[in-house]
């Protein structure tokens, strides 16, 4: 796996793999600490948060098996940290899009980890509120035109300076939220599961010495991007091209091209997304980082299992992004379901491109998070729905799972129930969603939702009119639906409710696979 570095420590094949077990160890504690310590459901039932492991130099080492949307886009956050001069003891709080973040819901935490006085590395966790202030409950809102219109917006600043938390800065974010207990509980959660990696990284380098470590993080990058690019050799000189789209952006519903053609090129994927829209007026455009982690998630399906998911993977990629696009957005675009939604459609254009390429890949999944965003008077709910998975060469897809760039669990109902205003009328699988085929596409799910007291909804969905592809002749899976009281909804929108209207998802189906 690895010989001497640079530095002329060498590094044990066998050492080295222990090194990946370890530290992707550290990422999944954090990941526990932090979902057996919030607050929110959607945080400690759904699980939609991720949690990482940086080198000193800003590097991923490892990650837990969470997000793919957030955790591709987090080295730009710790990057953005570390432009403020950080000094250990330091944990900093940050959600802008445009200095490290992803959109405003997913607080980023990136704490400075001190190993012999000085800068020895960072844990960063990022986790999804269910609200963040902004025009609607939820901050996910329907037909935002500003990133001001989506809620408050936070540059890397200290939160924690020198082992001290800053009660000044929580108290300015907890006075712009809907739900400050539990934004404090959820935070807290966070700082917990920051300090958590920071032991296990001092653990680590204690046991190895400062030197050695930052040798085994060289060798296991290293390694990673040779695994990556041997893949990719097997593909060199093939090319391929996609066009995909999203079904409007909140403001009109205009179609939304997102194009790519692909080449393998010198042992790296060059993605060139020249023709894809410009910036639009709606919320769903998304800053390059979601874009590199869609294309990140893309070419690690390409991998096997025991590849290390470390910042090795993104250096075999190259991205060409038209400025102020859609897929490369610029202040002061709204962008807070570029990251749920664009983010889905970008890794299907990649995924179709490899296709094109003669690169053996399923059929198309739901490719929507199916957002879901309730809100009254204290309180406020946001979950994403699972669907159809594609179906490939292997076996039909599964039914109800996130698919793509999600990778959350359902909200349980009792959970649902216990802390919102609503009932769940409805549970259960769409059956015969799914695309026919020789294997046939995963079914989606159907939601019912029953309101007990007025509130409002907001959903952001997609797969609406354009349904999710079959592949080899398999048939594509069926759109999805959204209902209020039965009559039809928009993909996008916002609607108040009384007590007593019920609110209905059904999820798109996976694509099948082969001529049925």
Request: charged content about 20%; glycine content about 12%; some cysteine.
């Amino acid at each position: 796996m690895s010989g001497p570095t640079d530095g002329g420590i060498a590094i044990d094949p066998l050492e080295l793999s222990v090194l990946a077990h370890g530290v992707a160890m550290i990422a999944e504690e954090m990941g526990a600490v932090l979902v057996r310590s919030a607050l929110s459901p959607n945080i400690r039932e759904r699980r939609d948060a991720s949690a990482a492991l940086f080198d000193a130099q800003g590097r991923m080492i490892a990650q837990a098996a969470h997000i793919p949307v957030h955790l591709g886009a987090m080295p730009e956050a710790v990057a953005a940290v570390r432009a403020r001069e950080p000094r250990p003891g330091d944990v900093f709080l940050l959600n802008d899009p445009y200095h490290g973040g992803s959109h405003l819901p997913d607080l980023t935490l990136v704490e400075v980890v001190e190993v012999d006085g000085a800068v020895g590395g960072y844990t960063a966790v990022r986790a999804h509120h269910a609200d963040v202030g902004g025009m609607s409950p939820g901050s996910m809102p329907q037909g935002a035109t500003e990133l001001v219109q989506e809620g408050i917006i936070i540059p890397p600043v200290r939160l924690v300076r020198g082992g001290v938390l800053n009660e000044e800065i929580l108290a300015l974010l907890l006075a712009n939220v809907r739900t400050p207990d539990e934004r404090r509980g959820d935070l807290g959660a966070q700082l917990a599961a920051c300090a958590a990696g920071a032991s296990g990284w001092r653990a680590l380098a204690a046991r190895l010495g400062p030197p050695k470590l930052a040798a085994a993080c060289d060798a296991l990058l290293d390694y990673a991007e040779r695994r990556v690019r041997a893949r990719l050799a097997s593909f060199e000189g093939r090319t391929g091209r996609a066009t995909d789209r999203l079904e409007g952006d909140g403001v009109t519903d205009a179609d939304i091209p997102v194009v790519v053609a692909l080449t393998v090129r010198d042992h790296s994927l060059v993605l060139d997304f020249t023709g894809s829209a410009p910036q639009v007026a709606g919320n769903v455009n998304c800053p390059a980082a979601v874009t590199r982690a869609a294309a990140v998630f893309a070419l690690r399906t390409l991998l096997d299992d025991d590849v290390p998911t470390n910042d090795g993977i993104a250096r075999a990629i190259t991205l060409v992004l038209p400025h102020r696009s859609a897929i490369n957005a610029a202040w002061p675009a709204a962008v807070a379901a570029g990251n749920v939604e664009m983010s889905q459609r970008v890794a299907d254009t990649i995924l179709a491109a490899l296709g094109d390429a003669g690169v053996e890949v399923a059929a198309q999944g739901q490719g929507t998070m199916n957002n879901v965003t309730f809100g009254g008077v204290g309180w406020t709910f946001y979950e994403t729905l699972g669907g159809g998975q594609g179906a490939s060469p292997g076996g039909p897809g599964p039914s109800a799972v996130h698919v793509g760039m999600s990778n959350t669990l359902n909200t349980p109902v009792e959970a649902l129930e216990r802390s919102t205003p609503l009932r769940v009328d409805r549970y259960a699988l769409r059956e015969r969603s799914g695309g026919a085929g020789v294997h046939a596409g995963g079914d989606g799910v159907v939601r019912a939702y029953r309101a007990t007291a007025a509130c409002t909804v907001t959903l952001l969905t997609e797969r609406r009119r354009h349904a999710p592809r079959g592949v080899h002749g398999g048939e594509p899976g069926e759109v999805g639906r959204n209902l209020l009281n039965g009559a039809p909804l928009p993909a996008k929108c916002r609607r108040t409710l009384v007590a007593g209207d019920v609110v209905t998802i059904e999820t798109p189906g996976g694509g099948g696979y082969g001529s049925p």
